[in-house]
């Protein structure tokens, strides 16, 4: 909203709010005609939302508050017509948008009773075909829902032995791995305080590890991205519920840099033990190399700048955790190191619980005992990630999929050319070519094998 007619536009799109409401309804009575419910969680999460979003008065609801903090920041708009704005907002949230929403919840109170605790798609019609091609289509491989499961369990087992290793040369004997890290996340040797001062110092701690790793990234790479990285704390207005780190890609043209974003708004939720990992899964060589290197590629279609295929972007953030690790990051830090195992177990979990899910038909509970005995996280923390696999099956197996496949990759360069192997000619493969499914990856890296091996240059297609 930067003039009248910025101000004019939202309210025309809160205007427009009923009939994009009839319309979602439409489509929930069409699944419903054919027997696709949501599992009865998410029916009752979404029904307090939405009660309590029109329990409040017009003129303090988000829609409305927002609205007014951005009428008053336009210097061409008098006092006059910035209050009429604002009552105008009021007007149509009370007599549009309010009803609307009460529509909707009356369609999800009649909702609820048929919605069953079974929570896997396996329940939904043709459900187990679904759950195949969702899969296929996350983590872009025809691995069967078996073949995910049996992968996770494998590197479940293999991460916790290395957990395990760590744990007892540290003199952390006794109780699984999960029971040692909800010990040690408590543990005052690993925690900011919980001040402004504190956070200041987790800042600056994130901005080293950024330029640790850029000053040493040109022995492992070709290609470093021309675009900038800042560090930044996560907007206080934002912290409640953001994420506890998240990449925002540069802009295209190149004005904007790519920002990583540290949620502070509890510092018992910073651990220093994952901090490496976050900054070289998120920033450095993680997102910001594979996402910016990529945007600033010539000769490509744009839709491969973007990002597109989850088991690629997320499989190269992972991988970057593991390649980090391998160039001696974690040489004199054991606790890093077993962040990192947290991490990657994190992943490994996914794999079982979500195939469980939605192919093994476990229950929620069941899924959540399993994350919280694996992992160590906070039941808290697990029940969101739990209902996020349940609303978004196969998508949580990408990470680690992506992972082992360019691991897989990686190894089968090496094998094939020997002394001839070059891992910075192999980065330039996965990464100058842009977001592509792991299918085509592994394409790419065939070919770049055969044209290496014949003595051609080292160069990606």
Known sequence: VKDQRGAENYLKRLDAIPAKWDQLRESLQLREQRGILPPRFVVQRVLKEMREFVAQPAATNPLARVFAD????????????????KRGAQVVIESKVYP?????????????????????????????????????????????????????????????????????????????PGEQLQR????????????????????????????????TASNYFNVLPRASLEVRRVPEFKEATAPGAYYNHPSMD??????????????????????????????????HFQIAIAQELRGVPTFRKLGLFTAYAEGWALYAERLEKEVGAYRDDPYGDLGRLQDEMLRAVRLVVDTGLHAKRWTREQAI??????????????????????VAPGQACAYKVGMLKILEL??????????????????????????????????????WIQQSSSGKPNSPT
């Not at 951005?70 to 009429?84: C, G, H, I």
């Not at 605790?117 to 296929?136: C, E, M």
């Not at 900011?192 to 640790?212: F, I």
């Not at 005992?369 to 349940?390: F, H, L, N, Q």
Request: hydrophobic share 40%.
């Open 70 to 85: 951005k009428v008053d920041k336009v210097d061409r708009l008098s006092p006059a017509a910035k209050a009429e704005f």
């Open 100 to 176: 609307a929403y009460r529509k909707l919840i009356e369609y999800f109170a009649a909702l609820e009773p048929k919605t069953t605790t079974d929570d896997g798609v396996w329940k939904l019609p043709d459900g187990d075909a679904f759950y195949a091609w969702v899969l296929r289509q996350h983590t872009t491989t025809r691995l069967t829902p078996a073949e995910i499961h049996e992968l996770g369990v494998s590197e479940v087992a293999r991460i916790e032995a290395e957990m395990r290793t760590i744990l007892d040369a540290q003199g952390h004997t006794g109780g699984t």
């Open 184 to 215: 040690l996340t408590k543990d005052a040797r690993f925690l900011w305080p919980n001040t402004d001062e504190g956070r200041k110092q987790a800042l600056a701690e994130y901005q080293r590890t950024v330029n640790e790793v850029l000053a």
């Open 254 to 287: 190149g004005s904007r840099p790519g920002i990583f974003f540290v949620n502070l708004r509890d510092m018992a939720e910073v651990p220093k033990t994952g901090m490496k990992t976050l900054t070289y899964h998120e920033a450095v060589p993680g997102h």
């Open 369 to 390: 005992r399993y994350m919280v005995e694996k992992t160590g996280y906070t039941e808290a923390s697990v029940v969101s990630e739990i209902e996020r696999y349940i």
């Open 410 to 447: 990686r190894e089968r360069a090496k094998t094939a050319l020997g002394e001839r192997f070059d891992l910075r000619a192999f980065h330039d493969v996965v990464l100058k070519n842009g977001a592509v499914p792991l299918e085509i990856l592994e394409q790419l890296v065939d070919e």
